[in-house]
């Protein structure tokens, strides 16, 4: 019984390696020559790790260490290769470059059986933005690790504590879609967690916040929290000194024409964005 198995088991395993063989031949495409059709129905995957122009590759040879050469693919789409000169590599994945490459070599007699690599030193290509209240704003390349947007916005160091839930992805076109990160987390809803493009934009919005001074222990702005009250704006300003008082705690607020309103309100009335709260002075 284990013999039989055991047998199973091998045959399984050289059908797989088959398998893997004939689709890393049937990938890749000779110079001249049409592209196959599994080359045209590659994954996401696949394409996020193509050579694109910009990109910085080193492209090294087993045994010939002075072949050893770093380039930047052209607008082109190509790199230029000691004796074999321009290689056309825009679209290909790393070990289709280096099997063309080492094609040109072998056909040219260059090198005997040359064992080609080539990876990628930098990536330019397949780059997104990340502006606004992250902790590392900047331009950051997408790969098979790193292509939905919790993933990029986690590579930047994280929404800032000024950052804001809300979250607007500007695409190819100007399209903008708009991703409250709190609201997916809390429902469960990674539907809305979404697969950026290279040349995607993301800005992190600034967070509302209310602003407390005052007779409080802390005066300064602070993150609006929803539904939060007065009562609670108060205590993230530790609270209201032994000279203050909690009567007559007063808010100013923008109304819809540009102007300020000044008024009463009780430690359990909601608060808006940009409020002003002041805590006065007792008088006794």
């Known amino acids: 019984m284990m013999t039989t198995r055991l047998a199973l088991t091998l045959a399984l395993a050289g059908a797989l390696t088959t398998s893997a063989l004939a689709q890393q031949t049937a990938a890749y495409t000779a110079p001249g020559t049409a592209p196959q059709p599994e080359m045209q129905q590659a994954t996401a995957t696949e394409r996020l790790e193509t050579l694109g122009m910009g990109d910085m590759v080193r492209v090294t040879v087993f045994r010939n260490p002075d072949l050893t050469t770093e380039a930047r693919v052209t607008e082109r789409g190509t790199i230029l290769f000691p004796m074999i000169g321009e290689v056309p590599v825009s679209g290909l994945t790393p070990s289709q470059a280096g099997a063309r490459i080492a094609d040109k070599l072998r056909n040219g007699k260059y090198v005997v059986n040359p064992e080609v690599t080539v990876s ?28 939905k947007l919790t993933d990029v916005l986690a590579t930047a160091g994280g929404v800032a504590g000024a950052g804001a839930d809300m979250v607007t992805v500007v695409s190819a076109g100007n399209r903008k879609t708009d991703v409250d990160l709190a609201a997916m987390f809390r429902n469960g809803d990674l539907t809305k967690n979404i697969e950026l493009q290279p040349g995607d934009t993301i800005y992190v919005h600034r967070a509302p916040m209310v602003y407390v001074y005052g007779e409080v ?39 819809n024409n540009g102007g300020v309103r000044k008024f009463d309100v009780n430690l359990t009335d909601p608060v808006q964005p940009d409020d002003v709260i002041y805590v006065r002075e007792s008088l006794f």
């Open 120 to 147: 990628i030193a930098q990536v330019n290509s397949r780059q997104v933005s990340v502006l606004g209240n992250v902790n590392k704003p900047g331009r950051y390349p997408l790969d098979s690790v790193n292509v």
């Open 217 to 255: 222990q802390k005066g300064g702005a602070y993150r609006l929290e929803p539904n939060m009250t007065v009562m609670q704006a108060i205590a993230l300003a530790s609270g209201i000194t032994p000279r203050g008082t909690d009567r007559g705690v007063k808010v100013s607020r923008r109304d």
